[in-house]
């Protein structure tokens, strides 16, 4: 084949490394964003963390005040030098065509708000005078420390505390065995050396011995091997009764029949009477399924916002959590080191020129993240406002491309921006992702958001009969009553989404 030269005329986009940082940025989760930057500090020199200085704070129009940090961490040179400058544009739309779930802005399964209240306020940390988050967390006792602070007491033989302090290591964060007690014995002989059969018996029965030691401590359930262990070694501290016997029976074989809620199947299988089935299932509800849960570390489920809604006046208005923002700056130090070596013509210059220019852009990008959550943030509230007065039944349907169009930005970056970043608000804190919803007509020719039906969903379900509870067919009349228009398959899948049981399994026995 004979090579030729060809001219073509062609169009395309190059993306600089300055605009994909900033895009990675963006759909960063904070404790992503966190560990980005220690990992920028680590490996650029020009950087450093402002520790004593007060957190800057974003406003909707706060543009002065980037352009103002700007200044203060590069003195005597500009940010922008050495390279293209690409403020103000919507970084997204330089050759992406990423899209995801919520690309529309309709449904997802997981839209429930996280209610956890944030652990910050805009004015600052908290109370001077009180522990920190890991004081609380070095103060409050694990499941471990709970169980081995009662093993200290017991004044065991050495072979038996030995065996009952492997079992506590072998358990679970909710206080379960983590494996069957083979298992465990099997991987502690190895752990040993032990090879011999009758060994390995002796170290299973001694395990066995001090499993009895174990489930004999607090709390109740600790232990067990299964969810029907678990609630038997709880009903057993009750006093004996009928009810107690039947519990203990449907724990051990008839856990399904119970989840179904399948009256006469269990009073069969138990030889028990109505009333007797009954009292057996107020004892196994009474029970603790987790018995680790109360040791569970509570900053574990902690959501710390990125946007906190207060309210100015009569209106709402979004603020950028200070906690959450990294403070970061130039390094005078070094930026006037490498002023000093301009014109000089050492060799190393233009490679320290390019990590000052590196560790500029880094801020810059940072700073336009938290500019665009907060636009975006306040563009919801605004759209939302009813929601913050009145809660999720006074939510509007909202779709990505109102919200792009209203800013001037691509339902791309709107999509990173609502990913993984929360807001507190009066009733909780929420994904900025829950404040969009498809919408759906309305007898009165309008629209009622998807979040909204499935609040009035939830307080049909709260107020029922716990006897009669309403069908999804019922559900849906209810709110055709109320203007809406929702057929029955469309109940059921937001009754799921909500992890609503259907209405057999909801039913009291």
């Known amino acids: 084949?004979?090579?030729?030269?060809?001219?073509?005329?062609?169009?395309?986009?190059?993306?600089?490394?300055?605009?994909?940082?900033?895009?990675?940025?963006?759909?960063?989760?904070?404790?992503?964003?966190?560990?980005?930057?220690?990992?920028?500090?680590?490996?650029?020199?020009?950087?450093?963390?402002?520790?004593?200085?007060?957190?800057?704070?974003?406003?909707?129009?706060?543009?002065?005040?980037?352009?103002?940090?700007?200044?203060?961490?590069?003195?005597?040179?500009?940010?922008?030098?050495?390279?293209?400058?690409?403020?103000?544009?919507?970084?997204a739309e330089f050759g992406t065509t990423e899209r995801d779930d919520w690309e529309n802005g309709t449904e997802r399964d997981d839209f429930d708000g996280i209610r956890e209240l944030p652990s910050a306020s805009p004015g600052g940390s908290g109370d001077e005078d009180g522990p920190d988050a890991q004081d609380r967390s070095a103060l409050a006792p694990t499941l471990q420390d709970h169980l081995r602070a009662q093993l200290a007491g017991m004044r065991l033989a050495p072979a038996d505390a030995a065996a009952v302090q492997v079992l506590i290591e072998s358990l679970t964060d909710d206080g379960y065995l983590d494996g069957t007690l083979e298992d465990i014995a099997e991987r502690l002989a190895d752990s040993l050396g032990l090879t011999a059969p009758e060994e390995r018996e002796d170290l299973l029965d001694q395990l066995r011995c001090g499993l009895k030691w174990l489930q004999s401590m607090e709390p109740a359930g600790v232990g067990a091997s299964g969810l029907g262990d678990c609630l038997a070694l709880q009903l057993r501290e009750t006093p004996a009764c009928a009810a107690r016997d039947c519990a203990m029976a449907i724990c051990a074989k008839h856990l399904d029949l119970l989840a179904r809620r399948d009256l006469k199947k269990l009073a069969s299988a138990t030889g028990a009477d109505e009333a007797t089935v009954k009292a057996a299932q107020a004892l196994i509800v009474a029970c603790e399924p987790k018995p680790g849960r109360p040791f569970a570390r509570a900053e574990n489920l902690i959501i710390v916002p990125d946007v906190i809604v207060v309210k100015a006046g009569r209106s709402w208005k979004a603020t950028l959590n200070p906690d959450v923002m990294p403070k970061l700056r130039v390094s005078d130090l070094y930026a006037q080191a490498v002023r000093g070596q301009r014109g000089g013509g050492t060799n190393g210059h233009s490679g320290l020129s390019a990590r000052l220019q590196e560790a500029r852009w880094f801020i810059r990008n940072i700073q336009q993240r938290f500019d665009t959550i907060l636009r975006v943030s306040q563009a919801i509230v605004e759209r939302q406002k009813n929601f913050f007065t009145h809660g999720e039944i006074a939510m509007k349907p909202l779709v990505l491309r109102e919200i792009a169009d209203e800013l001037g930005l691509h339902e791309s970056t709107i999509s990173r921006v609502t990913t993984a970043k929360y807001m507190a608000t009066p009733f909780g804190t929420f994904e900025l992702k829950y404040f969009f919803g498809s919408s759906l007509s309305t007898d009165a020719g309008g629209n009622a958001s998807s979040t909204a039906v499935r609040a009035l969903i939830k307080q049909f379900v709260a107020a029922e009969n716990p006897a009669k509870p309403l069908s999804d067919s019922q559900i849906a009349d209810m709110l055709e009553e109320q203007g809406i228009q929702v057929a029955r398959r469309t109940v059921a899948k937001y009754r799921e989404a909500l992890k609503i049981a259907p209405a057999n399994l909801r039913k009291a026995l």
């Open 1 to 91: 084949m004979k090579p030729t030269l060809q001219v073509r005329l062609s169009q395309h986009l190059a993306l600089t490394p300055q605009l994909q940082q900033s895009i990675r940025l963006l759909q960063l989760s904070t404790l992503e964003l966190h560990q980005e930057v220690e990992q920028m500090l680590e490996q650029n020199p020009f950087l450093e963390p402002e520790e004593d200085a007060t957190p800057f704070e974003y406003t909707a129009n706060d543009k002065a005040t980037v352009s103002q940090r700007e200044e203060q961490d590069a003195p005597g040179s500009s940010v922008g030098e050495g390279g293209d400058e690409p403020a103000g544009m919507d970084t």
